[in-house]
Nanobody, 115 residues
Framework: QVQLVESGGGLVQAGGSLRLSCAAS????????MAWYRQAPGKQRELVAG???????KYVDSVKGRFTISRDNAKKTVYLQMNSLKPEDTGVYHC?????????WGKGTLVTVSS
């Protein structure tokens, strides 16, 4: 059984930074493509950053240059470093495989950026 546990969210002022972590357990391959998804209030969940098993990243245009995704395969952990945060970055952040597996959604971690 796969479990993904996100942490690191919080309340931050615009321009601030946060680092999110996603710890995976269970029978998930350490080389699986992973991603961070954002559920903003009143909007559909979107993929904001993804990373291949080999470490190749991709980003949605709105976070390019501000967010950095990374992974530690030995620890089965994926990170999202978020800098220069904007109010529109507010939302619940989840990690999952890429593409997402419906059975892997966790509780996520809430990021709130105040203006």
């Amino acid at each position: 059984q796969v479990q993904l546990v996100e942490s690191g969210g919080g309340l931050v002022q615009a321009g601030g930074s946060l680092r999110l972590s996603c710890a995976a357990s269970g029978s998930i391959f350490s080389i699986s493509p992973m991603a961070w998804y954002r559920q903003a209030p009143g909007k559909q969940r979107e993929l904001v950053a993804g990373i291949t098993g080999g470490g190749m990243p991709k980003y949605v245009d709105s976070v390019k240059g501000r967010f950095t995704i990374s992974r530690d395969n030995a620890k089965k952990t994926v990170y999202l470093q978020m800098n220069s945060l904007k109010p529109e970055d507010t939302g619940v952040y989840h990690c999952n495989t890429d593409p997402a597996d419906v059975d892997y959604w966790g509780k996520g971690t809430l990021v709130t950026v105040s203006s």
